[in-house]
Nanobody, 124 residues
């Protein structure tokens, strides 16, 4: 089992920045990829970004590319999502996920473990 705990959400204004953290514990050796997903009110869960534990390769959705940066600290078993130039449409609950999704890292169903989520609200 892998446990994930997100933190760092909050209420900000458009144009502001936030950094989300996801601390992983348990059998982290069982997973090779960490991802961030989000769910806005009334919408489907949406892929945001992924990073591999080993090589650090990253992938982003088009909606956040150039504004968000995913990174990891292997020593702390923690993954971060730096969010800059936030927009009201970024408002959502952000979830951290862990798994071994292979090349289908943008699909939430391919992840085995999920955090409880952290709310990000961006006002205009």
């Amino acid at each position: 089992q892998v446990q994930l705990v997100e933190s760092g959400g909050g209420l900000v204004q458009a144009g502001d920045s936030l950094r989300l953290s996801c601390a992983a514990s348990g059998r982290t050796v069982a997973v090779d990829t960490m991802g961030w997903f989000r769910r806005a009110p009334g919408k489907e869960r949406e892929f945001v970004a992924t990073i591999s534990w080993s090589g650090g390769s990253t992938r982003y959705s088009n909606s956040v590319k150039g504004r968000f940066t995913i990174s990891r600290d292997n020593a702390k078993n923690t993954v971060y999502l730096q969010m800059n130039s936030l927009k009201p449409e970024d408002t959502a609950v952000y979830y951290c996920a862990a798994g071994s999704p292979g090349y289908k890292s943008g699909i939430g169903a391919n992840y085995d473990y999920w955090g409880q989520g952290t709310q990000v609200t961006v006002s205009s």
